[in-house]
């Protein structure tokens, strides 16, 4: 029997007594390599909005390829997401990270062949179903590779790979596409993944510990076929709908959607019923913080990825910015949420108020933002734009740095792993939601002969629908506890 990094372990991985915590020998090599894994995925969520203009000139296509191309890969994702983790603990979580390591390196590399937008979207969804499988393995292997003592260090190094990943992210893809290393453009920005994949698979197959739940739950492929059906007849329509002049097969999907995810919520309550084990445990929508979690998570989540989208269009084929200077537009931004999740720390007494007051901050970031267009026009130049970003990166900050621990906290044991992943899920599809929202709302505004004042109005447009959002995400946060504390207590 292979070697497993758990209490309940009898070989020498973890050389410790059963009663105490083990800790494997390769512990922070093998964290590199989960590390490794998450700035593949961190880098590659991002760096296709600031490519993306140049993609589409290179490859043709409508407008809403450049939405498809984060779509696709978020929701390919939050689909992929809520089976990920159970595929490890049923084949063995080192296996699965490996195939889903192998997998997105290999969709990169599809990614950077591409000969038309069809091809590439097709591999951005490869990538997004493979990096489901790849990340989940990584946090469960980590919770059993580190003793208690060492958890947090473990964990810790996250937030500083998140922050450098979304500062480098945009700068590294503006940079490669606008240095065209052996004539590549944008492809370079998917050929870096594959040094880095291939590290990952050979590290990872001499470092990453056999690993697998004891008790695995079983394949839920019918819960899995009605969300992504659900998905997808939602997104889609937004994203098309509007080139076909919305069409009424665009409404009918809209409005199929609802019967699927009404079909979708039978379906788990009951296989739940019958002693299955559905994707989504159906006690989790009895708890007011879980359900306030999901809501307010979707949309906020639109809301930033959709600005994120609309904001990358403006500078570069508004203002004419290069795709490099594009992505240093967004570094005040990026530093403001490293910012927020410091001046967070100290707060997290706080509780739901902090997510509150980083909501407000941030709504007066993007007020900000439109008062600096409002002012300066098509004459704006990115240091203008530098304090109202930095002051929405660091409202970013303090929002997040609660969110999930308030949500999460009240979860009971048995039913943690479904909320991760169904939390997790939702976010994913939040971006992709936001990037079909908003893109169309912003597409829509400028029109069949795009000008510099119609890229002006809709950039306006789309900040005042970015700032509601954020007020309706500040509404549905009240139904979230006080504390994360609170919440707990209440579970139990």
């Given at each position: 029997?292979a070697?497993?990094?758990?209490?309940?372990?009898?070989?020498?991985?973890?050389e410790a007594?059963?009663?105490e915590?083990?800790?494997?020998?390769?512990?922070?090599?093998?964290?590199?390599?989960?590390?490794?894994a998450?700035?593949?995925?961190?880098?590659?969520?991002?760096?296709?909005?600031?490519?993306?203009?140049s993609?589409?000139?290179?490859?043709g296509?409508?407008?809403?390829?450049?939405?498809?191309?984060?779509?696709?890969?978020?929701?390919?994702?939050a689909?992929?997401?809520?089976?990920?983790?159970?595929?490890g603990?049923?084949?063995?979580?080192?296996?699965?990270?490996?195939?889903?390591?192998?997998?997105?390196?290999?969709?990169s590399?599809?990614?950077a062949?591409?000969q038309?937008?069809?091809m590439?979207?097709?591999?951005?969804?490869v990538?997004?179903?493979?990096?489901?499988v790849?990340?989940?393995?990584g946090?469960?292997?980590?919770?059993?590779?580190?003793?208690?003592?060492?958890?947090?260090?473990?964990?810790?190094?996250?937030?500083?790979?998140?922050?450098?990943?979304?500062?480098?992210?945009?700068?590294?893809?503006?940079?490669?596409?606008?240095?065209d290393y052996?004539?590549?453009?944008?492809?370079?920005?998917?050929?870096?993944?594959?040094?880095l994949?291939l590290?990952?698979?050979?590290?990872?197959?001499?470092?990453?510990?056999e690993?697998?739940?004891?008790?695995?739950?079983?394949?839920?492929?019918?819960?899995?076929?009605?969300?992504?059906?659900?998905?997808?007849?939602?997104?889609?329509p937004?994203?098309?709908?509007r080139?076909?002049?919305?069409?009424?097969?665009?409404?009918?999907?809209?409005?199929?959607?609802v019967?699927?995810?009404?079909?979708?919520?039978?379906f788990?309550?009951?296989?739940?019923?019958?002693?299955g084990?559905p994707?989504?445990?159906?006690?989790?929508?009895?708890?007011r913080?879980?359900?306030?979690?999901?809501?307010?998570?979707?949309?906020?989540f639109?809301g930033m990825?959709g600005?994120?989208?609309?904001?990358?269009?403006y500078?570069q084929?508004?203002?004419?910015?290069?795709?490099?200077?594009?992505g240093?537009?967004?570094?005040?931004?990026?530093?403001?949420?490293?910012?927020?999740?410091?001046v967070a720390q100290?707060?997290?007494?706080?509780?739901?108020?902090?997510?509150?007051?980083?909501?407000?901050?941030?709504?007066?970031?993007?007020?900000g933002?439109?008062?600096?267009?409002?002012?300066?026009?098509?004459?704006?130049?990115?240091?203008q734009?530098?304090?109202?970003?930095?002051?929405?990166?660091?409202?970013?900050?303090?929002?997040?740095?609660?969110?999930?621990?308030i949500?999460?906290?009240g979860?009971?044991?048995?039913e943690t792993?479904s909320?991760s992943?169904?939390?997790?899920?939702?976010?994913?599809?939040?971006?992709?939601?936001?990037?079909?929202?908003?893109?169309?709302?912003?597409?829509?505004?400028?029109?069949?002969?795009?000008?510099a004042?119609?890229?002006?109005?809709?950039?306006?447009?789309?900040l005042?629908v970015?700032?509601g959002?954020?007020?309706?995400?500040?509404?549905?946060?009240?139904?979230?506890?006080r504390?994360a504390?609170?919440?707990?207590?209440?579970?139990?």
């Open positions: 029997m070697n497993t990094v758990s209490t309940a372990a009898s070989e020498p991985v973890g007594p059963v009663d915590a083990p800790a494997y020998r390769w512990r922070w090599a093998a964290l590199f390599v989960v590390l490794a998450e700035i593949m995925d961190l880098l590659d969520a991002m760096v296709t909005n600031i490519a993306a203009p993609m589409r000139a290179d490859l296509g409508s407008e809403s390829v450049i939405q498809w191309l984060g779509a696709a890969y978020t929701l390919a994702m689909v992929g997401l809520i089976t990920g983790g159970r595929l603990d049923i084949f063995g979580r080192k296996r699965m990270f490996l195939i889903g390591a192998a997998g997105f390196t290999a969709g590399l599809l990614c062949v591409a038309s937008p069809e590439l979207i097709g591999a951005r969804v990538q997004g179903l493979f990096g489901a790849m990340l989940p393995q946090l469960g292997m980590i919770k059993e590779m580190f003793p208690p003592a060492e958890m947090g260090k473990a964990f810790g190094m996250f937030g500083p790979i998140m922050g450098l990943s979304a500062v480098g992210g945009p700068i590294l893809a503006g940079w490669l596409v606008e240095a052996w004539g590549t453009g944008w492809r370079m920005i998917f050929l870096v993944n594959l040094p994949g590290a990952a698979l050979a590290a990872g197959l001499r470092f990453l510990p690993s697998r739940s004891p008790h695995p739950l079983r394949l839920d492929l019918g819960g899995v076929v009605l969300a992504s059906v659900g998905g997808f007849l939602v997104i889609y937004l994203v098309q709908g080139e076909h002049d919305w069409p009424v097969w665009a409404f009918v999907m809209l409005a199929a959607s019967v699927v995810f009404a079909a979708f919520g039978w788990q309550s009951r296989r739940s019923r019958a002693g084990d994707l989504i445990v159906p006690s989790l929508f009895r708890k913080a879980f359900t306030g979690g999901l809501f307010t998570g979707m949309v906020f639109s990825a600005f994120m989208l609309a904001f990358n269009l500078c084929i508004g203002l004419h910015y290069s795709a490099l200077k594009a240093l537009v967004l570094v005040p931004w990026s530093a403001g949420m490293i910012v927020g999740f410091g100290p707060l997290q007494k706080l509780g739901r108020r902090l997510l509150h007051l980083g909501t407000l901050v941030m709504t007066l970031g993007v007020l933002v439109l008062l600096t267009l409002t002012i300066t026009g098509t004459q704006v130049n990115p240091w734009l530098v304090p109202a970003l930095l002051v929405s990166g660091v409202g970013m900050g303090m929002l997040m740095s609660p969110f999930f621990d949500v999460l906290a979860v009971e044991e048995h792993g909320a992943g169904t939390l997790t899920a939702v976010q994913q599809l939040g971006n992709a939601f936001g990037v079909a929202l908003l893109g169309t709302i912003f597409f829509d505004l400028l029109g069949d002969l795009p000008t004042a119609s890229f002006d109005q809709a950039m306006k447009v789309t005042w970015v700032a959002m954020l007020v309706v995400t500040f509404a549905v946060a009240f139904l979230l506890p504390h504390r609170e919440n707990a207590e209440a579970a139990h």
